[in-house]
Nanobody
């Protein structure tokens, strides 16, 4: 019942910035915990960041702390990932995900999330 559409990916040089967006359908966006994950070729999907339903709590993987910022706009039904100081190892397909109530499991676990977007490619050149 929920559709998520990511945008904003592309090719950027190391040290550059990108802002990813994820637009959600439906009327219950404000009840979703939202997360960002990424998957590089040959690797498992890994947690990047998450944000609580009102935006009061944000969580990051250690690999992106201080460089990435997750935010949400519950009026626009959109979650964002502002990425700065990008590194080649950030290259991956980035997915947004939504966890509808009842909430459960760790924010870092992909099994927690009920809905997933199609992904957007981020490529960081060196």
């Amino acid at each position: 019942q929920v559709q998520l559409v990511e945008s904003g990916g592309g090719l950027v040089q190391a040290g550059g910035s990108l802002r990813l967006s994820c637009a959600a359908s439906g009327r219950t966006f404000s009840t979703y915990v939202m997360g960002w994950f990424r998957q590089a070729p040959g690797k498992d999907r890994e947690f990047v960041a998450a944000i609580t339903v009102a935006g009061g709590g944000t969580y990051y993987d250690d690999s992106v702390k201080g460089r990435f910022t997750i935010s949400r706009d519950n009026v626009k039904n959109t979650v964002y990932l502002q990425m700065t100081s990008l590194k080649p190892e950030d290259t991956a397909v980035y997915y947004c995900a939504a966890d509808s109530p009842p909430w459960g499991l760790s924010l870092r676990m992909h099994a927690k999330y009920d809905y997933w977007g199609q992904g957007t490619q981020v490529t960081v050149s060196s």
